[in-house]
C-alpha cells in the first residue's frame, strides 16, 4: 500500500515535469493526454486509497529521511488516515475536472503546455501538502501551492493587472507563511519534533505552559503557537484581513480560480487548522478568535459579493464568505462539519466557477454581468448546473451545501464559547445574504433581457463538450455527497482519531444527542425538517424572492436603492477600504522607509562603500597580484620562499 | 688521533665554498666545474662515512657522466650571460636579507639537541672487508625493494618523458637505409627513353 | 643475511599498482607496432586499464588494512575509495579530451602512457605507509604532469608552463624531501606509523620537529595549489592543452588529499597544534585571494585555476578542524570538487574545436542559443562551484564549515562564508553570460555524442547524488577510520 500512496503524488509530478520541460516538444495534445491521464489515475488510487482507509488501514511512516539537522530527523512521510483520504479525493476529483475542462477552456492560449504543467504540479504540492505526517513536508506542501498560485495568477505574465495581482498574493502570503514559519519554530523548541503523532501526544503535557516572548510576560505556549498557526491559515484560506489577494486572484485562468482559489488550495488552511485540532483544543482563546475571524469574513465578504459586478469576482467574494463559514466551525470545534462543508464546497464552487468560465468562453472573455443576461437558452447545460450549483451553495435542501452549512450553523447554536453569540448572528445573516448574491448572479446572467451586443448574442453558443462534461460531474456531488455523509461525517465520528475535541467543546456530540436513536434516512429526514423550520432555511428563501423581485421584475429598483443607500454602497465598492489602507501604511510606509533606508544604507553605505568598495578591491588586489603573478619563474620561487619564511618565522616558538 | 674531524671539515668547507661558487660564478662553465668539485668533496664525505660504494657511484655517475654531459653542452650553446645575470643584483638585497634570515633561524634551530644522537649511536665500524655494495643490494632487494622499483619506473617515465619532448620526425632530415638501398634494382634508378632523330636546327633563325 | 631467508612480498594488495605499471609497459610497447589508424586502440586499451583497475581495487574494498612490501605499502578503504576516485576521473578526462587531443595531433601512445603512470604515482601515493613511497609516488606523478603540459611541443606557453611547473615542483618536492629527512633525523625511521610513535616519544615542543613541519607544510601547500605556493596553478592551468589542464585539475587533488592524510594525519597528529595554525593561515589567504583574484580574470581556465585555490582553502578547513568528522567532510570535498573541476573543464573541452579553444569567458556569451543543453550543464557545474543549493558543491561545504564550527573556529567559518559569497560572483558571471547575453559566433558545437553523454552524467551526477550525500559522507568519514594514528 505504501507504493501506492507514494504513486498518487508522483504521477502528478511526473507529467508537471514532462510537460514543464519538454512540453514544446510533444506538443499539446500529448501534453494533455499525459496530464489528464497522471491526475486520473491520482484520482483513481485516491478513492482506492479512500476506500481502503475505510475498511481500518490507516498508516503513519516515514518513507525517506533526508537529513539530520541539530539530532532533528528531516523526513518525507505520509500519514494517511480518513481526514486525509478524504481531502486526496476531493483534490484528485476537482483537479481531474479542471484538467479536463482546461482543455475547452485554454484551446487557443499559447502558454497551453505551461499551464497543464502548473496544474499537475500543483495537485503534486497539494497532495504532498495533504498527506504529510510532519510539520516540514507540511510546509513544503504550503510553499510549494503557494509559489504554483503565485504562477498561476501571473499566467499572462503581459497583463500588468495580472502581474499586480500574483504580486499582491505572493506578499499576503508570505505574511501568513511568516506566522505559520514561527508556529512551526515554536512546535519544534518546545516539542523537540516535527512530527504529527509525537507532538499531538505530547501537546496535553505541555498544555498550560507560559512562554516569555518578551521578559516578564508570561503567554501560554498553546495559545502563542495555535494563533500563529491560524495567521499562516488566515493568509492561505484568506480571511479578514489578509483576505486581499483571492479576489484579485481572479485575474488567473478561471481553470485556476476554480482548482486553486476557490476548491483545493484556500482549504489548506481549513485542512490544517483541522489537523491540529488536538492542538487547537488546548486554547479557548485561539478557538474564540478563530470563530471571530471566520464570522467577519462569512458576513462581511458576502455583502461585498452583493455590489461587484465582475461574474468571477461575485464567485470569489462567495469563496470568501463559504472559507468564512468554514472557520467558524473550526472555532466552534465542529472539525467535521467544518471538512464537510470544505468537500461540498470544493464542488459546487468549483462548479460554478466552471460555469461562469463556460459563461466567459461563450461571450469572448467578457465577464461584465451587466452585459450578460439571457443566457438560458443558449446554454442549457451550463444554466442547469449553475443552478445546481447556486442551490447547493445557498443551502436548500436537498443539495449538499444545505446539510454542510447548517451543520455548521447548528453547532455554532450549540457552542458556548463568548465568541459563539456574534458567530451565530454572522453565520445566520450570511445565509440572506449568500442568497441573495447567488440568485442576482444567476438571474443577471441567465435570465431576463440579454443587455449584450447583437454579435455577441448570436454567436453566444454552448460549449464543447470537455466543458460541459466537468460540469456536470460536478453537479452530481454537488446534489448527492450531502445526503449521503451527512450522518457519517457529522453524527458519526468519521474522522476517528484524526480530530479530537475536548468534551467541553463537543459541540457535534451535543448535535447528535439531540437527535438520539435516529439513523439512516430517519435521521437525514429529522435533519431535513428541523433545516426547514430554522431561520437559515427562511433566510435563503427570502434571498431568492428578494433578488428575484429585485433583478427580474423590477430590474431599475437595484440603482435606486444603490443611490438611496449611496454611502454603504460606497463602503462595499471599496471593499472596506482594506486595499487603500494597506497601500497607504504598508505600501506606502514600507516605500518611505525604503527611499530613505535606499538615501542611506544603499546608496551611502552599500554601493558607496561595500559595492564600489568591493569593485576597488578587487582592483587593487588583482592589480597587486598581477604584479607578483609575473610570469618569471624566480618570482615565484621567491615567493614560495617568502610563504616558507613567514611559517618558519611565524609559527616555529624559539 | 681521530683524524676524520679535520678530515670532515677539510671537505666540508670545500663542499660549502664550492656550491657558493656554483651559484656566483659568471661564466657557466666554470660554474659547472665548481659543481664537479661540490660533487668530489661530497663523494669523499661519504667515503669517511664509510658509504664508499655510495661515493664512488656519485663520482662515476655525477662527475663521469652527467657533468661533463653539461659541460658540453654548456660549451656548445652560446649562453648570454649578461643577459642571464640582469636581475641578478637587483634581487640580491632582498633575498640576501631572506637567505641571511633563514640561516639564522636554521642555525638556532637545527642544533644537535633536536635530533637523537643517543638513541641512534654510530654503527660499529665493518671490517676492511666487508662488502658496502653487497649490504646495499641486499636492503634494496629485499627491504626497499617497492621503493626500489619504483625508482625504476620513475627512471622509465623520465626516458619516455625525454623522448616524447625531444624526439622530432623531421622532413628534411637526410638518412640512409641500407635495406632500401639494397633492395633497388636498375630500372628504379635509370630509365631508357627512345627518342627520334631531329635534324639540326639553324642557330640564330 | 640471505636473500632466500627473506619472505617474499605478498603482492596480492598491490596487484591493481601491479597491474596499471604493466598494462602501461604494454601499451608504450604497442604503441612501437601499432600503425597511426590503430591509436585508438591505445585509448581503449588505457579505459579498459582503469576499468580493470577498478575492478581489482573494488574486490577487497571494505576490508582491513593490509599491509605489504615490508610496511611501506598498506591498502586500506581510504587508499581504495581515492583510487576508484581517480580511475573515474582520469577514465571521464580521456573520453573528454579525445577529440581535442585528435585535433591537436597529440592523440599519441605517450600521452596514454604518461596518464596511465600519473595514475600510478596517485595510486602510490594512496596507499604510501612509508615516506619513502610517498615521495616515489609524488615523484612519478608529478614527472609525468609536467611532461603532460609539455607534449605540446609547438606551443610555446604550453612549454613555458612546463618549465615553470617542472622548476617550481622541483623546489617544492626538495622542500618536502628536507622536512623528511629532519623527521628521519629526529625519529630515526621512514615508516609513516614509526614516526607517529617517535613524535609522541619526543614531545610536540621538539624544534626540529616544529622545522620539519613547516617544509612539508610547503611540500603540501605546493601540491594543493594553496597561497602562497600557489604561483605555478594559474600559470599551468592557463599554458597547458585544455585537456592535460582537465587531468591537472582532477585526478592529482585526490593525490594531494591522500598526502595530507597520510603525512599529515597519519605521521604528525600529534603535531595538530601546530599544523593547524599553520593551515588556517593558508585556508584564508587562499580562500581571500582566489575568490577575489577570480573575479578580474578574462581567461576561463585561468578563473578556474583561482578558483581551484579557494576550493582547496575549503578543503583545508576540513582538516584544520582536525576531526574525523572534519578530515572526513575534508575527503568528500576532495572528491566534490574534483568531479566539479571534471566537468566545467570538460564543458571547455567540448567547446573548443581544431584551432579554436574555447578559453575566453566571451566564448561562453549566448551558449544557451548555441546548445541549451551544454549551457544547462554550465549552469548546474557553476552552481556547484560556487555552493549553490541543493547541488553537491553546497553540500561538500556545509559539511566542511559545520566541521570548522564543530571544532570552535567560528570566525574561520565567517570568513570563508563571507569569501565564498563574494566567489559566487564569478561562478554567476558566468551563468549570466550564457544566458543572457547575445553569442558572439555560430560554431557549430562537434563534441562527440560519447563525451556529451559522460558530460551530462558528470554535471547530473552533482544534483542527483542528493539522496545519497549522507551515505558519501559516511563513507568518507569510515576511510578515515582506516588511518591507524587517530585516536
Known sequence: ?654 | ?205 | MNLLTQSYPDLVPAVPELFVLTMACIILLLDLVLSVRWRNASFLLTLYTLLGASLLTLQDIGEAGRYTFNGMFVDDLLSDVLKVGTYLLVACVLVYSRRYMLERKLFRGEYFVLVLFGVLGMMVLASASHMLTLYMGLELMALSLYTLVALQRDSRTAIEAAMKYFVLGALASGMLLYGISMLYGVTGTLDIAGVAAGVRAKGVDNLTLGFAVVFVIVGIGFKLGAVPFHMWVPDVYEGAPTSVTLYIATAPKLAAFAIIMRLLVGGLVDMAGMWQDMLILLAVVSIALGNVVAISQSNIKRMLAYSTIAHMGFLLLGIIANSENGFGSAMFYALVYSFMSLGAFGVILLLSDQGFEADKLEDFRGLNRRSRWLALLMLILMFSMAGIPPTAGFFAKMAVIQAVIEAGQVWLAVVAVLFAVVGAYYYLRVVKLMYFDDPDQQRDITAGWDARLLLAGNALALVLVLPWIGALLDLCAAAIRAIPALP
Not at chain 1, 495580472?162 to 507563511?177: E, P, Q, S, T
Not at chain 1, 452585459?371 to 447547493?392: C, N, S, V
Open chain 2, 1 to 205: 688521533m681521530d683524524l676524520q674531524l679535520p678530515i670532515f671539515y677539510f671537505f666540508a668547507t670545500i663542499l660549502v665554498a664550492a656550491a657558493s661558487l656554483v651559484v656566483t660564478l659568471r661564466n657557466p662553465v666554470k660554474a659547472a666545474l665548481a659543481l664537479v668539485l661540490a660533487f668530489f668533496s661530497a663523494a669523499c664525505l661519504w667515503v669517511l662515512l664509510e658509504a664508499e660504494f655510495l661515493g664512488i657511484v656519485l663520482l662515476l655517475v655525477y662527475v663521469g657522466a652527467v657533468m661533463v654531459l653539461f659541460l658540453f653542452v654548456v660549451m656548445m650553446l652560446d649562453i648570454n650571460i649578461a643577459q642571464l645575470r640582469s636581475g641578478f643584483g637587483e634581487y640580491l638585497p632582498i633575498g640576501g636579507i631572506v637567505a641571511a634570515l633563514m640561516l639564522l633561524e636554521m642555525v638556532l634551530v637545527l642544533g644537535a639537541s633536536g635530533f637523537d644522537l643517543q638513541g641512534m649511536p654510530n654503527p660499529a665500524p665493518q671490517p676492511a672487508d666487508y662488502s658496502n655494495t653487497r649490504a646495499l643490494g641486499m636492503l634494496v632487494y629485499t627491504d626497499y625493494v617497492y621503493p626500489f622499483e619504483l625508482a625504476a619506473v620513475v627512471l622509465l617515465v623520465s626516458i619516455v618523458a625525454a623522448i616524447a619532448l625531444t624526439l622530432r620526425k623531421r622532413k628534411d632530415t637526410r638518412y640512409q637505409n641500407p635495406a632500401e638501398q639494397m633492395a633497388v634494382r636498375r630500372d628504379d634508378r635509370v630509365r631508357l627513353v627512345k627518342m627520334p632523330s631531329e635534324a639540326k636546327r639553324e642557330s640564330g633563325r
Open chain 1, 1 to 654: 500500500m505504501q507504493t501506492v500512496y507514494l504513486l498518487v503524488p508522483l504521477v502528478c509530478l511526473v507529467p508537471a515535469i514532462i510537460a514543464g520541460l519538454f512540453g514544446w516538444k510533444i506538443g499539446r495534445v500529448a501534453t494533455h493526454l499525459l496530464a489528464i491521464s497522471g491526475v486520473a489515475l491520482a484520482c483513481g488510487l485516491s478513492v482506492w486509497v479512500f476506500l481502503d482507509v475505510l475498511a481500518g488501514n490507516e498508516f503513519n511512516g516515514t518513507v525517506y529521511a533526508w537529513g539530520v539537522t541539530g539530532g532533528i530527523p528531516l523526513e518525507m512521510g505520509f500519514l494517511i488516515d480518513r481526514l486525509t483520504a478524504t481531502m486526496m479525493v476531493v483534490v484528485t476529483f476537482v483537479s481531474l475536472m479542471v484538467h479536463i475542462y482546461t482543455v475547452g477552456y485554454m484551446r487557443e492560449d499559447p502558454g497551453y503546455q505551461r499551464f497543464f504543467s502548473y496544474i499537475a504540479l500543483f495537485t503534486f504540492a497539494m497532495l504532498m501538502l495533504v498527506m504529510s505526517n510532519n510539520f516540514l513536508q507540511l510546509f513544503f506542501g504550503w510553499e510549494a501551492v503557494g509559489l504554483v498560485s503565485y504562477l498561476l495568477i501571473g499566467f499572462w505574465f503581459q497583463k500588468e493587472s495580472a502581474i499586480a495581482a500574483n504580486l499582491k498574493a505572493f506578499l499576503v502570503n508570505r505574511v501568513g507563511d511568516l506566522g505559520f514559519l514561527l508556529g512551526i519554530a515554536l512546535v519544534l523548541m518546545h516539542f523537540g519534533s516535527l512530527d504529527y503523532a509525537a507532538v499531538f501526544a505530547s501537546a496535553p503535557h505541555l498544555a498550560g505552559q507560559n512562554v516569555e516572548l518578551f521578559a516578564g510576560h508570561g503567554w501560554d505556549l498553546m495559545t502563542v503557537i495555535t494563533i500563529l498557526l491560524f495567521i499562516g491559515a488566515m493568509g492561505k484560506s484568506a480571511q479578514v484581513p489578509l483576505h486581499v489577494w483571492l479576489p484579485d486572484s481572479m485575474e488567473g485562468p478561471t481553470p485556476i480560480s476554480a482548482l486553486i482559489h476557490a476548491a483545493t488550495m484556500v482549504t489548506a488552511g481549513i485542512y490544517m487548522v483541522a489537523r491540529m485540532s488536538p492542538l487547537f483544543e488546548l486554547s479557548e482563546v485561539t478557538l474564540n478568535v478563530v470563530m471571530v475571524i471566520g464570522s467577519l469574513t462569512a458576513f462581511f465578504m458576502a455583502l461585498v459579493g452583493l455590489v461587484q459586478t465582475d461574474i468571477k469576482r461575485v464567485v470569489a467574494y462567495s469563496t470568501l464568505s463559504q472559507l468564512g463559514y468554514m472557520t467558524v466551525a473550526l472555532g466552534a470545534s465542529a472539525y467535521s462539519a467544518a471538512i464537510f462543508h470544505l468537500a461540498t464546497h470544493a464542488f459546487f464552487k468549483a462548479l460554478l466557477f466552471l460555469a461562469a468560465g463556460s459563461v466567459i468562453i461563450a461571450l469572448h472573455h467578457q465577464q461584465d454581468m451587466r452585459k450578460m443576461g439571457g443566457l438560458r437558452r443558449a446554454m442549457p447545460w451550463t444554466w442547469l448546473t449553475a443552478w445546481i450549483g447556486t442551490l447547493a451553495l445557498v443551502g436548500i435542501p436537498p443539495f449538499a451545501g444545505f446539510f454542510s452549512k447548517d451543520a455548521i450553523i447548528e453547532a455554532v447554536q450549540l457552542s458556548q464559547l463568548g465568541a459563539s453569540g456574534i458567530a451565530l448572528v454572522a453565520v445566520t445573516a450570511g445565509v440572506f445574504v449568500t442568497s441573495l448574491y447567488s440568485f442576482r448572479l444567476l438571474f443577471l446572467v441567465f435570465h431576463g433581457r440579454t443587455r449584450m451586443d447583437e454579435k455577441t448574442r448570436d454567436h453566444a453558443q454552448e460549449s464543447p463538450w470537455v466543458v460541459t462534461l466537468p460540469l456536470v460531474l460536478l453537479a452530481i456531488p454537488s446534489v448527492i455527497v450531502g445526503f449521503l455523509y451527512l450522518e457519517p461525517m457529522v453524527f458519526g465520528n468519521f474522522f476517528g482519531e484524526a480530530i479530537q475535541v475536548a468534551p467541553a467543546h463537543d459541540v457535534l456530540g451535543r448535535l447528535a444527542e439531540e437527535y438520539h436513536g435516529k439513523r439512516g434516512s430517519d435521521l437525514l429526514l429529522a435533519f431535513l425538517w428541523h433545516g426547514v423550520q430554522g431561520l437559515p432555511f427562511l433566510f435563503a428563501v427570502a434571498g431568492l424572492i428578494v433578488a428575484w423581485f429585485l433583478y427580474l421584475e423590477k430590474p431599475d429598483l437595484p440603482g435606486v436603492i444603490h443611490k438611496r443607500l449611496g454611502f454603504f454602497s460606497r463602503i462595499l465598492e471599496h471593499k472596506y477600504g482594506f486595499d487603500e489602507f494597506n497601500r497607504f501604511v504598508f505600501a506606502g510606509g514600507a516605500r518611505r522607509l525604503g527611499g530613505l533606508l535606499w538615501k542611506i544604507g544603499d546608496v551611502r553605505i552599500i554601493d558607496g562603500g561595500l559595492v564600489n568598495g568591493s569593485a576597488r578591491l578587487v582592483g587593487w588586489v588583482s592589480a597587486a597580484v598581477r604584479q607578483v603573478q609575473s610570469g618569471f619563474v624566480y618570482h615565484y620561487a621567491f615567493a614560495m620562499i617568502i610563504g616558507l619564511f613567514v611559517l618558519l618565522t611565524l609559527f616555529l616558538k624559539l
